[in-house]
Antibody, heavy 122, light 108 residues
Framework: EVQLVESGGGLVKPGGSLRLSCAASGFTFSYYNMNWVRQAPGKGLEWVSSISNSSSYIYYADSVKGRFTISRDNAKNSLYLQMNSLRAEDTAVYYC???????????????WGQGTMVTVSS | DIQMTQSPSSLSAFVGDRVTITCRASQSISNYLNWYQQKPGKAPKLLIYAASSLQSGVPSRFSGSGSGTDFTLTISSLQPEDFATYYCQQSYSTPPWTFGQGTKVEIK
């Protein structure tokens, strides 16, 4: 079964750090670009960061640039998000999502994890 | 960045109704438009990609149309399991991948 499982969420004080993990199974992880997407309580979806299959290309949303770092370990079939200098507005469920290139230069996020909750509060 | 705007933000409908949700892009995105369904407490699920292509396993009562800046998601006969929030997403000019604000479909 194709699956993504996030972990590492929790309660952290403003200014603190947290590292999220996403374990992939059921597909060849090293073939796919991966993403983090977050959803604040009661709000919509916000793309956070993307990493190419070989880690050559990395992108961040302006809202997290300079504070978050995405990485991956293809040998461990794992994706990570190191979050530093956390703010209250970073409170959200964080999902990892697989990017599927369906052709004609198009893509979509076809596999999602169940999400992990990050709460930034004093 | 390309902004995506959905309408309505919410709607109420009966089981069996035909439901249409609209998504508008702030500039032309050709057909690089995806639709997702999200149920409470669950992860989003890809329904439609490339504006009108049904993802594998998705019931045929779901359909998508449009190109350029205006797109629609249609549910031909609403079923109890379709009550959820629906999001559009553009993949034309990335990063960033941008989503609409969501449309919540509720039971009338």
């Amino acid at each position: 079964e194709v699956q993504l499982v996030e972990s590492g969420g929790g309660l952290v004080k403003p200014g603190g750090s947290l590292r999220l993990s996403c374990a992939a199974s059921g597909f060849t992880f090293s073939y796919y670009n991966m993403n983090w997407v977050r959803q604040a309580p009661g709000k919509g979806l916000e793309w956070v960061s993307s990493i190419s299959n070989s880690s050559s290309y990395i992108y961040y949303a302006d809202s997290v640039k300079g504070r978050f770092t995405i990485s991956r370990d293809n040998a461990k079939n794992s994706l990570y998000l190191q979050m530093n200098s956390l703010r209250a507005e970073d409170t959200a469920v964080y999902y990892c999502a697989r990017k599927w290139d369906y052709g004609y230069y198009g893509d979509a996020f076809d596999i999602w994890g169940q999400g992990t909750m990050v709460t930034v509060s004093s | 960045d390309i902004q995506m705007t959905q309408s309505p933000s919410s709607l109420s409908a009966f089981v069996g109704d035909r439901v249409t949700i609209t998504c508008r892009a702030s500039q032309s995105i050709s057909n690089y438009l995806n639709w997702y369904q999200q149920k409470p407490g669950k992860a989003p699920k890809l329904l439609i990609y490339a504006a009108s292509s049904l993802q594998s396993g998705v019931p045929s009562r779901f359909s998508g149309s449009g190109s350029g800046t205006d797109f629609t998601l249609t549910i031909s006969s609403l079923q109890p399991e379709d009550f959820a929030t629906y999001y559009c997403q553009q993949s034309y000019s990335t990063p960033p991948w941008t989503f609409g604000q969501g449309t919540k479909v509720e039971i009338k």
